[in-house]
């Protein structure tokens, strides 16, 4: 949480590219590492909000179950290419995010985090009361391997699939980078430290806002459909609360300072699952003490870990 | 829908509102004293269901609960402020809630692995098993008796609130903490005290809602969701917008379970978005 603008591209970009390229070779799935890639661009649209704007959403998922059903539907029903289909669910994520936006950004503060977990759990219930749309609890099935685009290059090979999301994933981070390097960023940048003197200054504090939480739900509809890439499938768990809980818990434990951090944090999280989930299936107690230990003594996450040594830094609360 | 049906369905309505209501006190009074925001909340709620089946598969009747459960869920309140909150303070409100968040996620992992991840039923007290007769109609006599139970807690609350010198203190204390310290009164036992309390009407709501809803981990999270949706309408703090909020959505959900039991739960935040729309502020107009 520098004051300094941060640039683009930089020494940021450089890594989360090889750490892209180095998932697959690391670990011992592709899967894994495919999963890792989805769960990193939702977190990273909590990273936006959080780490750019200072706003806490508990319901980052409902936007990606849209992304999720839309581009399933699209690839299925319509038989859409995969990069129309992420773009369509990107594009739906935006919208939905503007419309709820309009309603959330009226009320401050705590208001606002309840706000998003309410809107999460109506996303879920509303995918159950209409079961002819998402199959409801059964989850959305037979959505084909479809191809990159131009009909060539077929999703169906593990390497390929994992090299499109991946491509998908660095450009959502790509973006994200470039939005905190403009000028849009630097005023999200003192929004988050002082809101009513970004207010004095004459920005519209409310409408930057918005257009952060437009963004964000874009970037968490995309991670959506890269999900349904990925697995051919939208189980109902995609627009469930537990999703916008998992995908903002990874941004936190890598750290919201940083794009960087939700990609690291989507790692330890997917890595922490692939280990403990077969010895212990209660392992979310350990993330949750993370978590905790996290907020408390590592205000900016496990990315911050080498900064924090004998540092004790106090906001002051922001309500 | 002949009257008499509708009638039934706004009586059950004002039942599920009263649990709601109940629920939400100890959120909107937490949020009211200390500015501090309680993401367990639905923990407390959760693990006095629990007990209460606990209690009801060890005695055979869920009644002893409805004192021991809220007990236990003050005393899970009082321990985690002690051990954990207290300490979250001075932080800023993402801090609390983030943290009052991991500690839902282990009391929901801890119940989980103590009772599994299956839902589980109640069962309703042997003495409110049968049906009551009311104008030629069959209405189960257990969710009068939570009207009941719960029409008195919110009427002996209310007076509490309004009425008593410990009522009067909270308000006080709700509206300016620091004048309350200063007039000589102890707030670091008020928040216990807060905490206790919220506690206990949260475990009480579990208890009363085991036997009508069953018990399973994620019950925990919803009643948050629901409490939000009761304090986002009604106003942080405010007891009579949390009344009415809560009345509204119960009776919301239970008329559409007539109608379109599919979404009657989608309905609570259907009513919500649309109260929003035309009053950002909640029913209270207060932000």
Same mark, same amino acid.
């Given at each position: 949480?520098?004051?300094?603008?941060?640039?683009?591209?930089?020494?940021?970009?450089?890594?989360?590219?090889?750490?892209?390229?180095?998932?697959?070779?690391?670990?011992?799935?592709?899967?894994?590492?495919?999963?890792?890639?989805?769960?990193?661009?939702?977190?990273?649209?909590?990273?936006?909000?959080?780490?750019?704007?200072?706003?806490?959403?508990?319901?980052?998922?409902?936007?990606?179950?849209?992304?999720?059903?839309?581009?399933?539907?699209?690839?299925?029903?319509?038989?859409?290419?995969?990069?129309?289909?992420?773009?369509?669910?990107?594009?739906?994520?935006?919208?939905?995010?503007?419309?709820?936006?309009?309603?959330?950004?009226?009320?401050?503060?705590?208001?606002?985090?309840?706000?998003?977990?309410?809107?999460?759990?109506?996303?879920?219930?509303?995918?159950?009361?209409?079961?002819?749309?998402?199959?409801?609890?059964?989850?959305?099935?037979?959505?084909?391997?479809?191809?990159?685009?131009?009909?060539?290059?077929?999703?169906?090979?593990?390497?390929?699939?994992?090299?499109?999301?991946?491509?998908?994933?660095?450009?959502?981070?790509?973006?994200?980078?470039?939005?905190?390097?403009?000028?849009?960023?630097?005023?999200?940048?003192?929004?988050?430290?002082?809101?009513?003197?970004?207010?004095?200054?004459?920005?519209?504090?409310?409408?930057?806002?918005?257009?952060?939480?437009?963004?964000?739900?874009?970037?968490?509809?995309?991670?959506?459909?890269?999900?349904?890439?990925?697995?051919?499938?939208?189980?109902?768990?995609?627009?469930?609360?537990?999703?916008?809980?998992?995908?903002?818990?990874?941004?936190?434990?890598?750290?919201?300072?940083?794009?960087?951090?939700?990609?690291?944090?989507?790692?330890?999280?997917?890595?922490?699952?692939?280990?403990?989930?077969?010895?212990?299936?209660?392992?979310?107690?350990?993330?949750?003490?993370?978590?905790?230990?996290?907020?408390?003594?590592?205000?900016?996450?496990?990315?911050?870990?080498?900064?924090?040594?004998?540092?004790?830094?106090?906001?002051?609360?922001?309500? | 829908?002949?009257?008499?049906?509708?009638?039934?369905?706004?009586?059950?309505?004002?039942?599920?509102?009263?649990?709601?209501?109940?629920?939400?006190?100890?959120?909107?009074?937490?949020?009211?004293?200390?500015?501090?925001?309680?993401?367990?909340?639905?923990?407390?709620?959760?693990?006095?269901?629990?007990?209460?089946?606990?209690?009801?598969?060890?005695?055979?009747?869920?009644?002893?609960?409805?004192?021991?459960?809220?007990?236990?869920?003050?005393?899970?309140?009082?321990?985690?402020?002690?051990?954990?909150?207290?300490?979250?303070?001075?932080?800023?409100?993402?801090?609390?809630?983030?943290?009052?968040?991991?500690?839902?996620?282990?009391?929901?992992?801890?119940?989980?692995?103590?009772?599994?991840?299956?839902?589980?039923?109640?069962?309703?007290?042997?003495?409110?098993?049968?049906?009551?007769?009311?104008?030629?109609?069959?209405?189960?006599?257990?969710?009068?008796?939570?009207? &009941?139970? =719960?029409? $008195? @807690?919110?009427?002996?609350?209310? /007076?509490?609130?309004?009425?008593?010198? +410990?009522? #009067?203190? *909270?308000?006080?204390?709700?509206?300016?903490?620091?004048?309350?310290?200063?007039?000589?009164?102890?707030?670091?036992?008020?928040?216990?005290?807060?905490?206790?309390?919220?506690?206990?009407?949260?475990?009480?709501?579990?208890?009363?809602?085991?036997?009508?809803?069953?018990?399973?981990?994620?019950?925990?999270?919803?009643?948050? &969701?629901? =409490?939000? $949706? @009761?304090?986002?309408?009604?106003? /942080?703090?405010?007891?009579?917008?949390? +009344?009415? #909020?809560? *009345?509204?959505?119960?009776?919301?959900?239970?008329?559409?379970?007539?109608?379109?039991?599919?979404?009657?739960?989608?309905?609570?935040?259907?009513?919500?978005?649309?109260?929003?729309?035309?009053?950002?502020?909640?029913?209270?107009?207060?932000?």
């Amino acid at each position: 949480m520098t004051n300094a603008s941060p640039r683009f591209p930089n020494g940021t970009t450089v890594a989360i590219g090889a750490i892209l390229v180095a998932l697959p070779w690391v670990l011992p799935s592709l899967t894994l590492a495919s999963e890792i890639l989805v769960v990193a661009t939702g977190a990273l649209s909590c990273t936006l909000l959080l780490g750019s704007v200072g706003l806490l959403s508990f319901g980052q998922g409902l936007y990606f179950g849209l992304g999720a059903y839309v581009s399933a539907i699209l690839i299925r029903d319509f038989g859409m290419n995969a990069s129309v289909a992420a773009l369509a669910a990107s594009v739906a994520g935006c919208l939905l995010a503007a419309a709820a936006g309009l309603l959330i950004v009226r009320r401050q503060g705590v208001y606002f985090v309840m706000l998003t977990l309410a809107f999460a759990q109506m996303g879920f219930f509303l995918a159950l009361a209409f079961p002819k749309l998402t199959a409801g609890e059964n989850g959305l099935g037979n959505v084909p391997r479809t191809t990159i685009a131009f009909g060539k290059f077929a999703l169906s090979s593990p390497g390929l699939l994992y090299a499109f999301l991946a491509l998908l994933c660095f450009a959502a981070f790509a973006i994200v980078q470039r939005i905190i390097a403009s000028p849009f960023g630097s005023v999200l940048n003192s929004i988050r430290h002082n809101d009513n003197r970004s207010e004095a200054l004459g920005y519209d504090v409310r409408r930057f806002k918005f257009a952060a939480v437009t963004i964000a739900g874009g970037i968490a509809a995309l991670a959506g459909a890269m999900n349904t890439l990925m697995l051919s499938f939208v189980p109902l768990s995609a627009v469930d609360v537990e999703t916008s809980e998992r995908l903002l818990i990874a941004s936190l434990i890598g750290g919201v300072g940083s794009p960087l951090g939700a990609l690291v944090g989507a790692t330890v999280l997917g890595a922490m699952s692939d280990f403990l989930s077969p010895v212990w299936p209660r392992w979310s107690m350990i993330v949750a003490l993370l978590l905790i230990v996290v907020v408390l003594f590592l205000r900016d996450g496990l990315l911050g870990l080498g900064s924090v040594m004998g540092r004790h830094r106090k906001e002051a609360p922001n309500g | 829908m002949s009257t008499q049906v509708f009638i039934f369905g706004a009586l059950n309505g004002v039942g599920i509102g009263m649990i709601y209501f109940i629920l939400s006190i100890g959120l909107t009074m937490i949020f009211g004293l200390m500015q501090f925001v309680n993401f367990a909340h639905g923990a407390f709620y959760m693990v006095s269901a629990y007990a209460a089946f606990a209690i009801a598969q060890w005695t055979g009747s869920v009644l002893p609960a409805l004192l021991i459960s809220p007990l236990l869920a003050a005393i899970f309140a009082l321990v985690s402020e002690r051990v954990l909150l207290q300490r979250t303070y001075n932080l800023p409100h993402e801090a609390q809630i983030l943290i009052t968040f991991a500690l839902a996620i282990l009391a929901q992992e801890t119940v989980t692995m103590i009772f599994g991840t299956l839902g589980k039923n109640v069962p309703v007290p042997e003495m409110f098993n049968g049906v009551v007769i009311l104008g030629g109609f069959v209405y189960p006599s257990y969710r009068l008796f939570v009207v &009941a139970v =719960a029409v $008195v @807690v919110a009427v002996v609350m209310w /007076l509490a609130i309004e009425r008593t010198r +410990l009522g #009067a203190m *909270l308000r006080a204390a709700a509206e300016n903490a620091e004048m309350v310290g200063l007039l000589g009164f102890d707030s670091r036992k008020i928040f216990m005290g807060a905490f206790a309390f919220g506690g206990a009407l949260a475990g009480l709501a579990g208890a009363l809602a085991a036997p009508l809803r069953g018990v399973e981990p994620l019950m925990g999270r919803e009643a948050l &969701a629901i =409490a939000f $949706v @009761v304090v986002i309408l009604g106003g /942080l703090g405010s007891f009579s917008g949390a +009344l009415l #909020a809560a *009345l509204l959505i119960g009776i919301t959900q239970s008329l559409m379970s007539m109608i379109w039991p599919g979404g009657a739960h989608l309905m609570i935040y259907g009513v919500m978005t649309m109260i929003l729309a035309f009053r950002p502020t909640g029913l209270m107009g207060r932000s």
